[in-house]
């Protein structure tokens, strides 16, 4: 069954500190991975798209890492800012399909 | 362009009632697709058009639910005789099937409260 599992399911960090959130599937065939970001009551907005090839992607204070061989994702956030507040959540296309498959996302809160 | 738009954004109605939600893809993306989210929960797929044509329905779309997009560019989502399992955040997404990796664009989304 293709799953995506994240954790923590929650998060609280100070301003300035740095996190990693983590991400595990069981997708195939495996297309690509994207980091969302969600703010309360918004739709999700892309952070990083990786494909099978890359493992590490930068966006801002946002790096994306992946490791295709064990399946696992992570999204670090340096610097953490109040507006990094937000559900992130870790998607995998598979491939030829245009369904996205969703993990249920880790909860961030960064606290002044 | 300013991206998805959905409408309302939000619904509050009684159980048994109907209820209509409007998406506005980005111009000239060819799919479609809707989604229902519930709170602490990652987004699951409804359903997908490409163009006019409707090519996908998840299970989770039930006979209560129906969707359009009469003429390839906005689309409609109605649940009729809405139940309060429906309470949830329903978003849209839009891509290019052209583009590169496809990426999907989301709403703000809708959220219903079934009372």
């Known amino acids: 069954k293709n799953q995506v599992e994240q954790s923590p399911q929650s998060l609280i960090i100070l301003e300035g500190k740095n996190c990693t959130l983590q991400c595990n599937y069981t997708v195939s065939p495996f297309s690509n991975l994207r980091w969302y970001k969600q703010d309360t009551g918004r739709g999700p907005v892309s952070l990083t798209i990786m494909t099978f090839s890359e493992n590490t992607k930068s966006n801002g204070r946002y790096t994306a890492t992946l490791d295709a061989d064990t399946k696992q994702s992570s999204l670090h956030i340096t610097a953490s800012q109040l507006s990094d507040s937000a559900s992130y959540i870790c998607v995998v296309r598979s491939g030829g399909y245009n369904k996205l498959i969703f993990g249920a996302g880790t909860r961030l809160a960064v606290h002044p | 362009d300013t991206g998805v738009s959905q409408d309302p954004r939000h619904k509050i109605t009684k159980r048994g009632q109907n209820v209509t939600f409007r998406c506005d893809p980005i111009?000239?993306?060819?799919?479609l697709y809707w989604y229902r989210q519930t709170l602490g929960q990652g987004p699951e797929f409804l359903t997908y058009f490409q163009n006019e044509a409707q090519l996908e329905k998840s299970r989770l779309l039930s006979d209560r639910f129906s969707a359009e997009r009469p003429k390839g560019s906005f689309s409609t989502l109605e649940i009729q005789r809405t139940e309060q399992g429906d309470s949830a955040m329903y978003l849209c997404a839009s891509s290019d099937s052209l583009a590169e990796n496809n990426e999907q664009f989301f709403g703000p989304g809708t959220r219903l409260t079934v009372l």
């Open positions: 111009s000239e993306h060819n799919r």
